[in-house]
């Protein structure tokens, strides 16, 4: 029994760890290092955009759940995750250089796991999943067009934060905490009082962008849109989103702030943070001149800034089954962003549920009923039915879980008991 597994992204590590992890013998193809796409910055495998890319770990999110499902069902990012996280509240941060170093070391000593260095320009023969993310090279996409002449592949537009230096962040300026003191106070915080945050909402949106071809702000994917854009939707737009700041008083005086921009820790030994929520394509002068208004950031010292990317996907509730899989040609099948699932936990998910099953089926198994109850198989079956007239990415959430059926008073308890019934369910599948 053998399978090819094409991208060393997340998805595609995850589905040749389950696929190798159930006998299968794999050959996992990653371009990397001969050739890298505009988001790739080194050559380990899985690589994230910043430390908290993972998002929430708890059970009343509906991403923490999809986490803990793919804990009990033996993911292996989830592992590696865990093995490196860094503190950040209720969230599931990690080291990122430690995180990929782990999870390629994982990939590559397994028995079952050959790994190949090279562009893919043509699908192989036999049982393949395409894991090759939301920016798949030219070659492969034009093979991808000649197997589905009569799809449309779709694109939005995705975006990365700018890293600064923890020794240059002014923190007389800022401070620690947490929102409503929920967990450890991990996060540095960057006042603003009303006249400094018109002032820099203005410049904002004045700023002078990168040029990418073909962007306009309506392709912007709602759940990475640019600072700048969210700016020039209104005057209160940033403050009832990344600079809210509702449950992040200030300890020196006592009081809640106009607006506050947080930074969170990029790395283990904290020497590197993150402005949160700030997805950018501003040329990088611009953001050095435009953040730098903010006080705590005056003096701030860029490691990285923020950038921006075309994401490609496809137009999966026609192509694709419940298992990732054509449905014209269940040979090939696909898993991560390129599905149309939006987010690193959900690429992951879509890995495992895609490799475990292609498993079952090379092993002669009948597959796994992930229900419409379980984050995993609600994810899988928004993106291969057919009721989304205009599909767009999604991320894992619970309006696309099944609902109880009966009333429970407050939000957060009606969640631990959706997160509670597809535990259990899980369990009963193991």
Known sequence: MSATVIGAGLAGCEAAYQLAERGVTVELIEMKPQKRSPAHTSDAFAELVCSNSLRSDELTNAVGLLKEEMRRLGGLIIACADATRVPAGGALAVDREAFSALVTERVTAHPN?????????????????????????????????????????????????????????????????????????????????????????????????????????????????????????????????????????????????????????DNAAGTLYNLVGFQTHLKFGEQSRVFGMIPALRNAEFVRFGKMHRNTYLDSPKLLDRYYRLRENPRIAFAGQITGVEGYVESA????????????????????????????????????GGSVANFQPMNVNFGIIEPLGRRVKGKRNKNLEISERSLNQIGELL
């Open 113 to 265: 796991i050959t790994i190949t260095n090279r562009e893919v320009a043509e699908i192989p023969d036999g049982d393949v999943i395409i894991a090759t993310g939301p920016l798949t090279s030219d070659a492969l996409t034009d093979a991808l067009r000649r197997l589905l002449p009569d799809s449309e592949f779709l694109s939005f537009y995705d975006a990365a934060a700018p890293i600064v230096t923890a020794e240059s962040i002014d923190m007389t300026s800022a401070y620690l905490k947490s929102r409503y003191d929920k967990g450890t106070a991990d996060y540095i915080n960057c006042p603003l009082d009303h006249a400094e945050y018109i002032a820099f909402r203005e410049a904002l949106a004045a700023a002078e962008e990168a040029e990418i071809h073909g962007f306009d702000d309506g392709g912007v994917f709602e759940g990475c849109m640019p600072i700048e854009v969210m700016a020039r939707r209104g005057e209160d737009a940033m403050r009832f989103g990344p600079l809210k700041p509702v449950g992040l008083d200030d300890p020196r005086t006592g009081r809640e702030p106009y607006a506050v921009i947080q930074l969170r820790r």
């Open 349 to 384: 998910a879509s890995g495992l549920l895609c490799g475990l099953e292609t498993a079952r089926r090379l092993t002669g198994e009948a597959p796994l009923d992930f229900s419409a109850q379980t984050a995993i198989g609600a994810l899988a079956l928004y993106v291969s």
